[in-house]
């Protein structure tokens, strides 16, 4: 399984950027998906995940500017960022659990990670 990301870059404060997360190999099911970021001398954190059924949560810092949503049909999750501040500078990494086969284990998987930078 590869979880490959895309849409980071560099935008200035009060911009926007949309990742996109697509997931690819032997899947029969993705339980959660989710968007973690790792900023420089920091652990990474969660920002937003989201279930098959489209529950979602968000860490406080983001609520209100972030937008987490998926397409079950492509294994594809997006993360729309607005507003963004230039503490949201990081590396975002997308995390989905992954089940082979019907009764099988789930797995967590990670990409490989998209830079944001939010600067003037």
């Known amino acids: 399984v590869q979880l490959v990301e895309s849409g980071g870059g560099s935008v200035q404060p009060g911009g926007s950027l949309r990742l996109s997360c697509a997931a690819s190999?032997?899947?029969?099911?993705?339980?959660?998906m989710g968007w973690h970021r790792q900023a420089p001398g920091k652990d990474r954190a969660l920002v937003a995940a989201?279930?098959?059924?489209?529950?979602?949560n968000y860490a406080d810092s983001v609520k209100g500017r972030f937008t987490i949503s998926r397409d079950n049909a492509n294994n594809t999750a997006y993360l729309q960022m607005n507003s963004l501040k230039p503490e949201d500078t990081a590396v975002y990494y997308c995390?989905?659990?992954?089940?082979?086969?019907?009764?099988?284990?789930?797995?967590?998987?990670w990409g490989q990670g998209t830079q944001v930078t939010v600067s003037s």
């Open positions: 995390n989905a659990i992954i089940s082979h086969l019907r009764s099988g284990p789930k797995y967590s998987y």
């Open positions: 190999g032997t899947i029969f099911s993705i339980d959660a």
């Open positions: 989201i279930t098959s059924g489209g529950d979602s």
